[in-house]
């Protein structure tokens, strides 16, 4: 049943999509076999055409942050659909959200929305060149900024999944403006950089906690030289609490990206920063971006019925499961006597078969290549786990996932890792 409803699936969806898919992690490149087909999900499960059921961590890659299906955020995109679903016309959940994020994150006083991260993050590097008059980008290796064409350089996550360096089809004179720097080692800038682009928290090579004072230091080099700097917050906003990152590391960048948790669910990206920076922006400046269905009515109604449901208590609630999820799998692995490292930064977690704290790609990188990863992945899969099909992807527990799906997770992690060793 399992192999063959996905299995038939995904032999006629390669005819027609490369790779059976729409975005390459979801092909299980990197671990093998055969992706389940989704065709359900409530709160912390997903099923499968074969009707498989599924604890899921891999929750759109932390978009949902509440759960599959959420009530709230269902009823809200299903009461916006009746009224019409695109304008091309400005609407008052567009302004509700603008007023609701630039509520939560100190220092952000004004935004754009996007239809996804990958246009918040390219929109946010042009802004930042408008801005400074100024061309080079430097980046993080195994930071990943979507897949715009200047930031596609040593880019993590998906792209690392697929061992490659870089992508095809992206020219040299669209990277040679980018320079790419190790993570947690401060880069020393110079009068021709733009922007310094960066997960306040890496979470797209694993994760990889930004070590004490980095990013302020990162800040303060920015400063030196007169270029801006970029927090892609696609991941850690609203997921590590109301002020995402910034709050969380006391550090404020100049330009922020945001992405997945806050479109509830439905495809959104937003870009923002103070109203000076702003103001480069179309139609009050010669920086321009915009989108047809940008702020989208369903998007804008999602986002806002679950932002509106993320208090501080909940963010509490969802980082003490995510630190039962990290101590249980830490437990697991030592008790099998398997060499691995569970960080975790508020509710994001991560999972590297290595003997000491990663800090870098490279170290990800080693730990990858040890290659435990795909029996882990299929052992946890075949138990009804599912966690995100890649070495390089983080764990996003969700709000729906009970202290029991979690310490059956541990459990099955315990037999699994016994089978590693
Ligand atoms: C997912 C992600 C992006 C790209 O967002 P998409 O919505 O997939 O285009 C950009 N930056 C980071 C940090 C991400 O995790």
């Given at each position: 049943?399992?192999?063959?409803?996905?299995?038939?699936?995904?032999?006629?969806?390669?005819?027609?999509?490369?790779?059976?898919?729409?975005?390459?992690?979801?092909?299980?490149?990197?671990?093998?076999?055969?992706?389940?087909?989704?065709?359900?999900?409530?709160?912390?499960?997903?099923?499968?055409?074969?009707?498989?059921?599924?604890?899921?961590?891999?929750?759109?890659?932390?978009?949902?942050?509440?759960?599959?299906?959420?009530?709230?955020?269902?009823?809200?995109?299903?009461?916006?659909?009746?009224?019409?679903?695109?304008?091309?016309a400005p609407t008052k959940h567009e302004v509700e959200l603008a007023e609701l994020i630039v509520g939560w994150v100190p220092g952000l006083e004004m935004i754009r929305m996007t239809s996804s991260g990958t246009e918040a993050v390219m929109s946010a590097i042009r802004l930042a060149r408008g801005a400074t008059g100024r061309d080079k980008i430097v980046k993080f290796a195994g930071c990943y900024h979507g897949h715009a064409d200047a930031l596609l350089v040593a880019g993590g996550s998906g792209v690392a999944n697929q061992g490659l360096v870089g992508s095809a089809g992206v020219t040299e004179a669209a990277v040679a403006d980018t320079v790419v720097g190790p993570y947690n080692v401060v880069p020393t800038l110079d009068t021709d950089t733009a922007v310094l682009v960066i997960e306040p928290v890496a979470a797209n090579m694993g994760l990889v906690e930004p070590e004490?004072?980095?990013?302020?230091?990162?800040?303060?080099?920015?400063?030196?030289?007169?270029?801006?700097?970029?927090?892609?917050?696609?991941?850690?906003?609203?997921?590590?609490?109301?002020?995402?990152?910034?709050?969380?590391?006391?550090?404020?960048?100049?330009?922020?990206?945001?992405?997945?948790?806050?479109?509830?669910?439905?495809?959104?990206?937003?870009?923002?920063?103070?109203?000076?920076?702003?103001?480069?922006?179309?139609?009050?400046?010669?920086?321009?971006?915009?989108?047809?269905?940008?702020?989208?009515?369903?998007?804008?109604?999602?986002?806002?019925?679950?932002?509106?449901?993320?208090?501080?208590?909940?963010?509490?609630?969802?980082?003490?499961?995510?630190?039962?999820?990290?101590?249980?799998?830490?437990?697991?692995?030592?008790?099998?006597?398997?060499?691995?490292?569970?960080?975790?930064?508020?509710?994001?977690?991560?999972?590297?078969?290595?003997?000491?704290?990663?800090?870098?790609?490279?170290?990800?990188?080693?730990?990858?290549?040890?290659?435990?990863?795909?029996?882990?992945?299929?052992?946890?899969?075949?138990?009804?786990?599912?966690?995100?099909?890649?070495?390089?992807?983080?764990?996003?527990?969700?709000?729906?996932?009970?202290?029991?799906?979690?310490?059956?997770?541990?459990?099955?992690?315990?037999?699994?890792?016994?089978?590693?060793?």
């Open positions: 049943m399992f192999s063959q409803n996905n299995q038939a699936l995904f032999d006629r969806a390669k005819e027609v999509l490369p790779g059976g898919v729409n975005s390459p992690v979801r092909a299980f490149i990197s671990v093998g076999g055969t992706p389940y087909f989704a065709v359900r999900a409530k709160g912390s499960r997903i099923w499968d055409e074969a009707g498989t059921e599924y604890v899921d961590y891999v929750q759109s890659y932390g978009a949902s942050i509440l759960g599959h299906a959420d009530p709230q955020v269902v009823a809200a995109v299903k009461a916006a659909a009746d009224l019409g679903t695109t304008f091309g004490p004072g980095f990013l302020q230091a990162c800040r303060d080099e920015c400063d030196r030289v007169g270029a801006l700097l970029l927090f892609d917050e696609v991941i850690t906003g609203f997921r590590l609490g109301r002020g995402g990152a910034t709050s969380w590391a006391g550090v404020t960048p100049d330009i922020w990206a945001f992405g997945k948790v806050i479109g509830g669910g439905l495809p959104v990206g937003v870009f923002g920063a103070s109203r000076g920076v702003m103001a480069n922006v179309a139609p009050l400046g010669p920086v321009y971006q915009g989108g047809t269905l940008s702020g989208n009515p369903l998007a804008t109604a999602a986002g806002l019925a679950a932002l509106g449901q993320l208090s501080d208590d909940r963010f509490a609630e969802l980082a003490t499961k995510a630190e039962r999820l990290a101590l249980g799998l830490t437990q697991a692995f030592a008790g099998a006597g398997v060499p691995a490292q569970v960080p975790r930064v508020g509710s994001l977690v991560g999972l590297f078969f290595a003997n000491e704290a990663v800090r870098n790609y490279d170290d990800a990188k080693e730990a990858a290549e040890r290659g435990l990863f795909p029996a882990f992945f299929h052992g946890m899969l075949q138990r009804g786990f599912a966690f995100a099909p890649g070495p390089y992807e983080a764990i996003f527990p969700s709000l729906a996932h009970s202290n029991e799906d979690i310490d059956r997770t541990i459990e099955a992690a315990a037999e699994v890792a016994t089978a590693l060793r």
